[in-house]
């Protein structure tokens, strides 16, 4: 009888051990938020446009039970470009990104991880240029697709976990517009400058950091709610220099299954 329940006593350890380490192998993330920043771009005009915008962002991970991991997301942003003062040079932006990566986990000790890999990411933005008096209207078209290095880092202290990422493009292929106007393409008339051709590009002729800080509280084993900080930099060294600089700040929704 005694080894019955000393058997008894193994099982339910073992069982109870085996709940404690159990991690979910799968995430699923809906975040929303909003943009402040800079668009430039010396083909449209010689000055910068101040951004606002409000993006949704979706994302889903799968962890390996080695604890590598691969990520699929997106994300849809509507914003505003305009001038100070000037209500007559206002315009609309869409932007639309798809990315994929894969990390390799390099580090797992006390309550650190660290992950890197490969990440691939594909952009493309229009916008709608306002018609008012003295100004034309138009639609321009651009996109981008980059292969980039990805870095990423979570220290879990209890409930609450403390985030960082790094991401910096190593080759680029972009399609800018043409600045070629074609008035038979749009029913109403307005003149369209939409992408034709493509370049490759190396770092020092598209240059696009990407960094974000995050802080996560665990609700349940489950749902946990995420704050996340992510500054973006574009720079296209091209004849007519194009920048775009933001500052976004999402709140997230993290689900674990």
């Not at 329940?5 to 699923?28: D, I, V």
């Not at 951004?51 to 962890?63: M, N, V």
């Not at 942003?77 to 798809?98: C, K, M, P, Y």
């Not at 003149?191 to 974000?212: I, M, N, R």
Request: proline content about 4%; some cysteine.
């Amino acid at each position: 009888m005694k080894y019955f329940l000393l058997l008894l006593l193994l099982c339910g350890t073992t069982l109870h051990a085996q709940q404690a380490t159990y991690m979910p192998a799968n995430e699923l993330e809906f975040s929303l938020g909003f943009t402040v920043g800079k668009w430039a771009d010396e083909h449209y005009a010689p000055i910068a446009y101040k951004l606002g915008g409000l993006p949704l962002q979706l994302e889903y991970a799968r962890y390996t039970r080695h604890g590598h991991q691969w990520a699929v997301g997106g994300q849809a942003q509507i914003a505003t470009l305009f001038v100070e003062g000037n209500d007559a040079l206002e315009s609309s932006l869409l932007d639309l990104r798809w990315s994929v990566a894969w990390r390799w986990q390099l580090l797992d000790r006390q309550g650190l991880r660290i992950w890197a890999g490969p990440a691939y990411e594909m952009q493309s933005q229009r916008v709608d240029w306002e018609q008012e008096d003295g100004f034309s209207t138009a639609l321009a078209y651009q996109n981008t697709q980059h292969f980039s290095a990805d870095l990423q880092a979570v220290y879990q202290l209890g409930d609450w976990s403390f985030g960082a990422a790094l991401e910096m493009p190593l080759l680029a292929y972009n399609k800018r517009p043409a600045y070629q106007v074609y008035t038979d393409l749009p029913d109403n008339g307005n003149p369209l400058f939409y992408a034709k051709g493509g370049t490759w590009q190396l770092p020092d002729d598209y240059l696009a950091p990407e960094a974000s800080v995050a802080l996560s509280y665990r609700v349940s084993h489950t749902f946990s709610l995420r704050l996340q900080y992510e500054w973006q930099y574009t720079e296209f060294k091209t004849a007519r220099r194009s920048l775009q600089r933001t500052q976004q700040l999402n709140l997230g929704f993290n689900f674990k299954f």
